[in-house]
């Protein structure tokens, strides 16, 4: 049994499936050094600390599919803490660590697609879309990558979704197709469509 | 570059609130995501099945209802037009007495 307190503060990032633009200290709590299949059955039986460990290997990927879809933290933020709760619903269902990482992401895709078209919020999320410090991307040009960002926001939710799956989650259009119950040629589409859409948004602004 | 390459830096994974596990944790304690099997009476199956019942019984009433009203109609239309073809043939009767006492009159009258 995990002996880590569920409550006790840890900011980390522990184990993150990938990386991620900014690393945070690691404390290390029992948990985080126990396998996943072991994690995964210690959560199913009601360990808290264990199932604190599994949100924070998988925090980063939610929270960032929420993020580039809703362009908006504090919008991410909760809807990262409802795919959590409803992971925490589920967790008699899954079978494995890569069952819990597709069921991730098809839920958190699928909540972000229906909390865009409930709110029709293109106008909502002017004011909290600039990078704060310490959250800003690795990239050569941040201003640009901001800029490319925006112009995905700007994309019909899904496509914008498949969009962030390709290119956040490096996901195969198979893989995709099936996370968002989508024909493979759709999605294809989507993303040649969406391509070809951003290329021409840039080269208008005198990019690329 | 390319535009694979500035997506893929564009669209990187960004840090989540430090602090997301704990207040997922608390939202749990706090109830708000009981387990599907802990669940109460409202998600369950005995529940759904139930509800099911009490739905096909109120169709079921209406429908019967329903049928009781349509035929009390029909009957209703039924009675009334015998009532019609009675009091016709009254009144056919009535015209032909009235026409068989009138003829003795006018034949006494010549």
Same mark, same amino acid.
């Given at each position: 049994m995990v002996t880590a307190?569920?409550?006790?503060?840890t900011d980390t990032a522990a184990l993150p499936a990938r990386p991620v633009a900014v690393a945070a200290p690691s404390p290390h709590c029992a948990a985080q050094d126990v396998s996943s299949p072991d994690l995964l059955t210690l959560a199913k039986a009601g360990d808290q600390a264990a199932f604190a460990v599994l949100i924070r290997r998988h925090q980063n990927m939610v929270f960032s599919v929420a993020l580039h879809m809703l362009r908006s933290r504090p919008a991410a933020e909760d809807l990262a803490q409802e795919v959590f709760l409803e992971l925490y619903r589920h967790l008699s269902r899954l079978e494995s660590d890569a069952h819990v990482v597709s069921w991730l992401r098809r839920v958190a895709s699928h909540r972000c697609i229906d909390e865009i078209r409930r709110r029709n919020h293109r106008q909502e999320?002017?004011?909290?879309?600039l990078p704060e410090p310490g959250h800003s991307p690795q990239t050569r040009d941040v201003f640009g990558a901001e800029r490319l960002q925006a112009m995905v926001a700007e994309l019909p939710e899904k496509a914008r979704m498949v969009v962030v799956l390709r290119?956040? *989650? *490096?996901? *195969?259009p198979t893989e995709i197709a099936s996370a968002l119950s989508m024909p493979i040629n759709t999605v294809k589409s989507h993303l040649r469509r969406s391509i070809a859409a951003l290329r021409e948004s840039l080269m208008s602004r005198g990019r690329v | 570059m390319n535009m694979d390459q500035e997506l893929r830096d564009a669209l990187q994974r960004k840090q989540a609130p430090p602090d997301l596990a704990d207040r997922v944790l608390a939202r749990i304690n706090n109830g708000e995501a009981a387990p599907a099997s802990n669940?109460?009476?409202?998600?369950s199956g005995v529940f759904r099945w139930l509800a099911a019942a009490a739905v096909l019984a109120i169709a079921a009433g209406g429908a019967e209802t329903y049928y009781t009203q349509q035929q009390q109609a029909a009957e209703t239309a039924r009675v009334k037009q015998e009532l019609q073809v009675a009091l016709q043939i009254t009144n056919d009767t009535l015209a032909r007495v009235q026409s068989k006492l009138s003829q003795p009159a006018e034949s006494s009258g010549r």
């Open positions: 307190a569920p409550f006790g503060r999320f002017a004011t909290d879309t290119y956040q *989650e *490096e996901m *195969e | 669940r109460g009476p409202g998600s």
